[in-house]
Structures are given as structure tokens and as C-alpha cells.
């Protein structure tokens, strides 16, 4: 899963150690996030969101949508 998590971090000047933290993740959980190799669980994805105060859906790209209605 694409993300901004990255970019959201560097923008508060925080180390990856930094963002475990506030986070309860260690520093390798948060670089597996960042690079996409591992999908936060869903309350990790909330906590995420509610630390940088944006929603979800931008922070975490849904690549797989297409833009299309899953209904």
C-alpha cells in the first residue's frame, strides 16, 4: 500500500525512532510502513491518522481501487 507516511514525518522533522514512539511501533515496524512492505492494522492506521490530524484515506493510497466503486 502507497502512503505519505514518509513525507508526513520528514515534514515534522521526525526520526523513524521518533515516530515509534509516539506511536508504540519500534523504529523497524514504522520503515516496513514507509516502504510498503507491511500494511499498518487498521487501529494502528487510525492512530497514524489521528497523530498527523488527516484522514485515512490521505495518508494511505488504496492502489488497488483504480478509482472504481466497489459496491
Avoid: C, H
Amino acid at each position: 500500500m502507497k502512503n505519505q507516511l514518509k513525507v508526513l514525518r520528514a515534514m515534522r522533522d521526525w526520526s523513524q525512532a521518533d515516530l515509534g514512539e509516539r506511536l508504540d511501533v519500534s523504529r523497524q515496524a514504522v520503515n516496513a510502513i514507509e516502504t510498503g512492505k507491511y500494511d499498518p492494522s487498521l487501529p494502528l492506521a487510525f492512530k497514524i491518522a489521528r497523530l498527523f490530524g488527516r484522514p485515512i484515506e490521505e495518508i494511505f493510497d488504496d492502489e488497488f481501487s483504480g478509482g472504481k466503486d466497489d459496491r
